[in-house]
């Protein structure tokens, strides 16, 4: 390897470590249309309690077992 792609190399190295920190500070845009994401922290004292069950749907390609559930917060 010669001198010149050594030098090179490590350039670029240095250009884009130096970019990744800016980069990790300012989100990704996000796509039009998009939802924001929501964050939910309840207090320390709840949990999640949730129960599942399947249900019957009759659809034209015929009959589907479909899951179904339902949560909610609970005090610890």
Do not use: D
Request: with cysteine; net charge positive; glycine share 6%.
């Amino acid at each position: 390897m010669s001198l010149k792609r050594l030098i090179a190399g490590l350039a670029t190295l240095l250009v884009v470590g130096a970019a990744l920190p800016a980069a990790a500070q300012n989100p990704a845009p996000r796509p039009p249309g998009s939802r924001p994401r929501i964050e939910i922290n309840p207090r320390p004292l709840l949990y999640r309690r949730c129960t599942s069950w399947y249900v019957i749907q009759y659809r034209p390609s015929g009959t589907v077992l479909f899951p179904e559930k339902h949560c909610w917060w609970v005090r610890g």
